[in-house]
């Protein structure tokens, strides 16, 4: 038996896209359908088989067991997720793939509780800077980590269809409450992601006033740099929606640079070797 | 007829001993010559045959037309020409490949000056976060930008012997006047070293305070970070020895940070979007 008989994507991008492949790799659904805004990405995503149909807005599910999951950006959520409403069939899970959870919880939990669908926050930890159906990949999620956010009110069996979907798809599930998923990516995703937009805008600025700067950039910056090629309006959805935290963690980072400038103003070098000895040896530790 | 009859090679870790081998490749030097304070290191270099004589301590080089290339850590930059100098023929250039440069030539023209000895400054822009002579390749410099400094004083043969010598090892070759070269590597190496070693700093301080967070970052924070696993007694040198320049550009970037800081506090996302699109366009004029 299948695990679900519908298995309902929203938002056809690259994490829609590759979760659709996973899927049908992994032989999860009996059916797999789509919704998405844009009628070419539905056409590719026909074409491609990863879907057994498709469409622009919510149509009526068929009924049985449905997992919807929600992958569009952000701002979209709250939209799809009032169009699907009376179309969901009885039996059915709603889960997301967004990077914020606190947030996506309160608004969708209590629009899908007047209907009693549960909802069980996810965040699969796994993506590129590419985006698009074209450039989704079977294996993207292949010994991924996936956080669940479940809340006090979600029922066991619907955080269990969920955990088992995302096993199926070879990827380490996790639970954590959503303000605890926020604040561990506020520091491992978002800071890094603001401090690069920062560092290149930087770059820009002084080029401006400089001349030349940036054709003399090495592998090394080009490697730091690389995640400032990403969706500027996602990003601005997710410091928008995890705000409180983006800022406290741009705080601390604005505190440890003030440090390093004040070493480097008093020239207390082997204090400014210590902090990046620190530095090196947590580094390593990733490896 | 060889460019060179001897090379002599001072220091050899990764980049000098990636210097010995292209130019072994190359066969720009009758004689490849090395000194390195290691006995060890010594020995391996002999032994992978990159030089036909090697030392622990500055020897007599054999008359002919001879380049010295400093390639220890910057900190013994002095303390090796100090040595060197009556041991040179006299038909002698000295370059160096340090990451700094305006605080090298002006250490290091006077001593040489007693001898009439021209120095060149030299940086390749190449490197790995690894280290020593084992890791040496071939192949490092192969397509890499080499800049050169001379000075008005700097005699043109002498230039034009160290710009052969890249040249011969496949580089592309440029010129920059000391200071500004130091600007343009305080923008482009200096400072992101220094945001990364803060930004790693940051995670840890954060993380002995709020527990596990190191372990859910993803591929995108560890390219982030990679250059934070760097040497910091190097970097330690190259903070001190271009302080002035590394503090103007850590004070700008900061400066960025409080503006982003600013617009979440504000909630202005459209003007926090404009910064994010505007550093993704300078990354992407990068690939």
Redesign the interface.
Known sequence: MKLIDNLLVVGMGLMGGSILKAAREAGVAKRRLGIDRDPDTVRKSLAMGIIHEGFTQAREVPPGRTLAILATHLDAFREMTEELLPHLPDEVVITDVGSVKEAVVEELSPILATRNIPFVGGHP???TEKSGVENSVKDLFAGA?V?LTPTPETPREALELVRRFWQALGTRVEEMDPQHHD???A???H????????????????EKE?G???R???G??????????????M??EI??LN?DQ??A??????????E??RL??E?D?NA??A??????W??????
Chains 1, 2 share one sequence.
């Open positions: 930890i796994a993506g980590r956080i604040t561990v990516f520091a491992v995703s800071l890094p992601h603001a401090a690069t937009y920062a560092l290149v805008k930087t770059m820009g600025d002084a400089l030349d700067l940036l003399y950039s090495g090394g910056f080009k490697d730091f740099t690389r995640i400032a090629a990403s969706n500027p309006w990003w601005r410091f928008r705000r983006v800022l963690f741009l705080r601390r980072f604005h505190t440890t640079l003030e390093m400038e480097l103003e020239e070098w400014l070797e902090i990046m000895e620190e530095a090196r947590i580094r390593r530790g990733l490896d």
